[in-house]
């Protein structure tokens, strides 16, 4: 029954008995919940890790880049210790499994581990960049699409938040790339799977599901979904191959969709435009829709149409 407005103690008891009788959507009596502002902010602070220079502190020197660097890590280390141990304790608890006197020596662990990748993603990350470059005729440097493409954001964000979902941290991954989303209106799920030399091209609309896995040299274009055939399965499905594989070389262009966890496009394969894929294609085939007829029907020259007069009505 609604409330009338005016009455907010009874609005207030309401609420509260909305939050007793559904608790799942209810987070009371704990603080282990991660915070979504702290995420995003460990989200800048890993940008200024990555690419020193660009975002953050600038003018840097060879001489303050080292107290630099090190200053940076240890205030990262100390924020994502303090998330992934909630993360896991939350996890822990709503598991119903009571105390978890192991989640701070494993948060530690995972967040150690983590922070030992970082040079290896800016590896991968320098190669994102030179594909982008490479692939774009419009990009005037490797700057530019450190500094503004949108694509470069969310694979940045996304290699980031994988190496944090492969070594299990709950929620936070997930949280990365969701902030990436809502910034660039690329949806990349941190379990996908991602080669080397991967660019996204325009990018708004994406959407890579979080079973894929895409080679090397794989480049994508805007409205590409990499999903699954169906989900009315919900959680029966959790865990099985629903999304496709894309081998290495592959071109897919815009608003194609590739579905299906035993799809696999071969190495090489071109996927045109608008095309709904839900079958393997062999390698270095080219898949498209047959184009649709254009008619072409001559007007008159502007100058000699008449004008309606602004008052006309039908």
């Known amino acids: 029954m609604r409330q009338a407005p005016g009455d907010i103690g009874k609005l207030t008891d309401a609420l509260i008995s909305s939050y007793e009788s559904q608790p799942s959507t209810a ?19 890993l940008r200024e890790l990555l690419f020193p220079g660009f975002f953050g502190r600038q003018n840097l020197s060879s001489v303050d880049l080292s107290f630099h660097v090190h200053s ?27 105390e978890c006197p192991d ?82 209106g690329i949806d990349i799920h941190p379990g996908a799977r991602i ?38 399965g919900g959680q029966s499905l959790r865990g099985s191959k629903r999304h496709p594989t894309l081998e290495d070389d592959v071109m897919v262009y815009p608003n194609a969709s590739i579905l299906g966890g035993e799809t696999v496009v071969g190495r090489g394969a071109t996927i045109n435009g608008n095309v709904f894929v839900t079958q393997s294609v062999p390698a270095n085939t080219r898949v498209s829709v047959k184009h649709p007829e254009l008619q072409y029907r001559n007007r008159p020259p502007r100058e000699f149409v008449q004008e309606l007069p602004p008052d006309f009505q039908i």
Request: charged fraction near 20%; charge should be negative.
């Open 103 to 184: 989640c701070d020596s494993t948060a530690l662990a995972n967040v150690d581990e983590f922070l030992g990748t970082l040079p290896e993603i800016r590896r991968v990350l320098a190669t994102d960049a030179e594909a982008a470059f490479d692939g774009d005729p419009a990009a005037a440097s490797i700057d530019e699409i450190i500094f503004s493409y949108p694509g470069y954001l969310a694979i940045t964000i996304y290699r980031v938040a994988h190496e944090l979902h492969r070594l299990g941290v709950p929620l936070i991954p997930r949280a990365m790339t969701e902030y990436a989303h809502s910034l660039t």
């Open 27 to 45: 987070y009371v009596g704990s603080n282990y919940l991660p915070s979504r502002d702290t995420i995003i902010e460990i989200c800048s602070l």
């Open 195 to 232: 080669g080397e030399y991967f660019f996204i091209d325009h990018g708004t609309g994406v959407v890579i599901g979080e079973t894929t896995v895409i080679g090397r040299n794989v480049k994508i274009y805007q409205g590409v979904t990499l999903g699954a055939l169906s989900t009315r």
């Open 72 to 98: 940076l890590l240890t205030r990262l280390r100390d924020m994502l210790f303090d998330q992934v141990r909630r993360a896991i304790r939350h996890q822990h608890q709503r598991g119903g499994k009571g």
